[in-house]
C-alpha cells in the first residue's frame, strides 16, 4: 500500500485557489452587473453588490477617474486581480 504524504497540504492549497477563485468571481460578476446596468431592486443584483463592496473595500475608490464606470472597473478590478494572485501564491507554497 503506497501512503501519499501531503495530500492534507494539497487539499487545503486547492481550498484557498478555490475561495480566491469565488472571490475573483463575485467582484467580476458585479463589474459585469454595473456595466450592463443590471437592475439594483433585484436581490441577486443586491447581494453581489454588497459581497463586492465588502470584499473591494479596501479598493474602491482607490482611483479617482471622471468615469464611474472607470472607478468601478478599476477598483473592484484591482481587489480581483489580488485575490487570484495572493490566493494562487499563497496556495503554491502550502504545496510544496
Known amino acids: 500500500m503506497s501512503y501519499r504524504s ?3 497540504s494539497s487539499t487545503a492549497a486547492r481550498a484557498i485557489a ?5 472571490m475573483a468571481f463575485i467582484l467580476i460578476a458585479w463589474i459585469l452587473m454595473y456595466l450592463l446596468d443590471a437592475n439594483r ?3 441577486l443584483v443586491q447581494f453581489v453588490h454588497d459581497a463586492a463592496n465588502w470584499l473591494a ?3 474602491y475608490d482607490l482611483f479617482t477617474f471622471d468615469e ?5 472597473v478599476a477598483g473592484y478590478g484591482l ?3 489580488v485575490y487570484l494572485f495572493v490566493g494562487h501564491a499563497v496556495a503554491g507554497r502550502i504545496r510544496r
Open 41 to 43: 431592486g433585484n436581490e
Open 79 to 81: 481587489a480581483a486581480v
Open 18 to 22: 478555490v475561495i480566491a477563485d469565488v
Open 68 to 72: 464611474a464606470w472607470a472607478r468601478v
Open 6 to 8: 501531503g495530500t492534507g
Open 57 to 59: 473595500g479596501w479598493s
